[in-house]
């Protein structure tokens, strides 16, 4: 690098200067001898530094450089001592032993940091199975040293010694957040993602792992942004081998975990595309009617779309790459008889079609709307709310996947899964853009039938997902509307978990049931009774998101709150809840109360509450500090029990206080 080679003028400079000032001491000969002697052998090594200083490892280079220069200005300063000529300075000066052989010390650790800077900089063949050690210089901080080792021989090593050394950095990273810290200091980023990209498979594995572990902390993945790692991610999870793919999705759902900005980034990458091709592969079933098209446009935007030549011929071209791309795509059990999952899915798709011309006899469509395909749910997909649609690939190829061992394709959908889940968190636009593919139909085909860990992540990031519609009316009547058949199978799934009460992925799909409460219609009342289920006798997490879900379906703003509270009514959630206040853990009770006085404002005439003694449970509770602490709940309190007075005045009155 010109750089350091400029850096390296003024040390070669002084290197001569001592030499010359040796020859022209007058006193302490021999030590100046023995200076000049080491002196030289120091400058040939710094002019065989700038002979290479393109290939030299740039961030011990600047500290050795610096180094050695400052121990030639010493060297230089004591020989000039020694070379006065004046009778009385040769007298009155005195120059202490000590200091030649601080000197000598000096000099011979920049000797032995420059030699291993030249070793540690050379090829592989150059450098061939010669011990590095340690320079001088790290021997204060010896893990400096094995850091700029392994990042050395991550840039011009063996294949073979490239594995090994990131095999090594993913240990120092594992360690200690400080280690990987002075990994992205000293350049290892760089290194690591180039291996990434051209290594053996063992390296590549490993260099993700790395990354991965790097990515904990914020500031180490703003840094790893800045030096390629999307474009890196983005181009192995569409060419990579499927294990290597695996790493990079759990790297990503690192890096995102730790640094929510970097969301859009990896989108822009179309990486969200490559991961839903990972989801679906092998889990939904290639189908003609998965993309329908239609006789005319239906919006206002799709007749803009339809005067864009241009633009229609784009998407023309995605959407047949994306056919080719999944033509292969098998459902897992083969030629048996699908699954029930399945089943919902296959029927529902053609419910959705009923009306549609038969594939074999379609007459072609208008040349508009050949850039729009039908979603998962149903829902024409909007270009511009998808950008990675407009990418001309459709994610990895199918080639060679199919001959993966089970493990691995079980290790990579969970991962996706993973991925995908920490991408969806606070993310309107990307949670747009999953709903738009098949991911919602892949996820209610994992829920059913996957391992724990897929199972687990496709609950969280339906958890996410659903949590971003419940907030937007337009995300939630485009992938959630009561027909969508992507919207049925999911809740058909999150119903099952919760009726089975799975301790893992309980809390999750209850959640995600209460995001989606103002999607459901007057007729579906079967989510009700699982959850007021839940209120009884079980752990109080469970017990208070359950209180959190039904909330949703009774309070205000659903506009069938009075259909909701019926039900729950019915159910018997009102003694459960009476009981939650009571008798419940503190966590619990402020959901549970905020509960009963929605179905009180709601239904204050049911028999039912008189009979649960609805009305001393929220008089007592509108005097409990922990209970009353926020306005809002005071009002609600004092509102129901207003409307409980009035209708249950000759109610049954108990004694609780």
């Known amino acids: 690098m010109a750089e350091i080679k400029l850096i390296l003028a003024r040390p070669i400079q002084l290197a001569d200067q001592v030499t010359k000032a040796a020859d022209e001491a007058t006193s302490c000969k021999q030590e100046c001898a023995d200076l000049k002697g080491k002196t030289e052998r120091l400058a040939t090594l710094l002019r065989q530094a700038a002979r290479a200083s393109s290939d030299l490892y740039e961030r011990p280079a600047n500290r050795i450089i610096k180094e050695t220069e400052q121990a030639l200005d010493k060297a230089l300063l004591l020989v000039l001592k020694c070379s006065g000529n004046g009778l009385m300075k040769r007298v009155f000066t005195i120059i202490p032993a000590a200091a030649f052989r601080k000197s000598f010390s000096q000099l011979e650790n920049s000797i032995g940091d420059v030699s291993w800077l030249l070793r540690v900089s050379a090829s592989a063949e150059g450098r061939g199975d010669e011990y590095l050690g340690l320079p001088p210089i790290a021997a204060n901080e010896p893990i400096l040293g094995l850091i700029w ?95 290597v793919q695996a790493v990079v999705a759990w790297a990503i759902s690192e890096l995102v975990s730790s640094y929510p900005k970097c969301q859009d980034l990896f989108e822009q990458h179309y990486i969200i595309r490559s991961l839903v091709s990972h989801l679906a592969f092998e889990t939904v079933q290639e189908h003609s009617k998965y993309n329908i098209t239609v006789n005319k446009a239906t919006s206002i935007h799709a007749l803009v779309l339809a005067n864009n030549a241009k633009t229609n011929n784009v998407y023309k071209a995605a959407d047949d790459d994306d056919r080719q791309l999944h033509s292969r795509i098998l459902h897992p059990m083969g030629n048996r008889t699908p699954n029930q999952m399945h089943a919902v899915v296959t029927n529902s798709m053609n419910m959705l079609s009923g009306g549609a011309v038969p594939s074999t006899t379609a007459t072609p469509q208008p040349s508009h709307m050949e850039g729009h395909s039908l979603s998962s749910n149903g829902k024409h997909i909007i270009p511009h709310h998808s950008p990675y649609l407009h990418h001309a690939h ?7 996947r199919e001959l993966e061992d089970p493990a691995t394709k079980t290790k990579m959908k969970a991962m996706a899964a993973r991925a995908l889940w920490q991408l969806a968190k606070g993310n309107l636009t990307i949670c747009r853009s999953i709903t738009e593919s098949r991911a919602l139909l892949c996820f209610a085909v994992l829920l059913e039938k996957g391992e724990q860990e897929v199972r687990h992540n496709s609950a969280m990031a339906l958890m996410e997902i659903t949590a971003m519609a419940e907030h937007d009316p337009e995300l939630r009547r485009s992938a959630f509307k009561p027909t969508s058949p992507a919207c049925r199978a999911v809740v058909e799934q999150l119903l099952k978990i919760i009726e089975k009460e799975d301790a893992d992925l309980l809390i999750p799909c209850v959640k995600s049931i209460g995001h989606l409460a103002r999607t459901f219609r007057a007729t579906e009342k079967r989510m009700i009774t699982p959850l007021v289920q839940l209120l009884d006798e079980r752990e109080a997490e469970v017990s208070k998101e359950a209180c959190i879900a039904l909330t949703k ?36 009770k402020l959901d549970a109360v905020t509960l009963l006085c929605y179905i009180a404002l709601h239904l204050p005439d049911r028999e039912e509450l008189a009979r649960a003694e609805t009305l001393p449970v929220i008089e007592w509770a509108s005097k409990q500090s922990q209970l009353t602490q926020d306005e809002a709940h005071e009002r609600l309190l004092h509102e129901a029990a207003n409307k409980l007075e009035l209708f249950q005045s000759r109610g049954p009155r108990g004694g609780y206080h």
């Open 553 to 588: 379906f009774a309070c205000t703003d659903n506009f069938l709150h009075i259909n909701h509270c019926e039900e729950i009514i019915a159910a018997g959630g009102a003694k459960h809840l009476v009981q939650l206040v009571y008798f419940g853990e503190q966590s619990v």
């Open 149 to 243: 080792e392994q990042i050395a021989i991550l840039s011009t090593g063996s294949p073979e010694d490239r594995t090994d050394a990131a095999a090594s950095l993913v240990s120092l990273a594992k360690d200690s957040d400080r280690y990987g810290k002075r990994i992205i200091e000293e350049g290892g980023v760089g290194a690591l993602l180039k291996l990434l990209k051209e290594g053996k498979v063992e390296g590549q594995e490993n260099a993700a792992n790395a990354i991965r572990l790097l990515g904990r902390d914020p500031e180490n993945v703003e840094a790893m942004i800045q030096a390629g790692v999307c474009q890196v991610f983005a181009k192995i999870l569409k060419e990579g081998p499927m294990k």
């Open 394 to 400: 459709s994610g990895p190829s199918t080639k060679g």
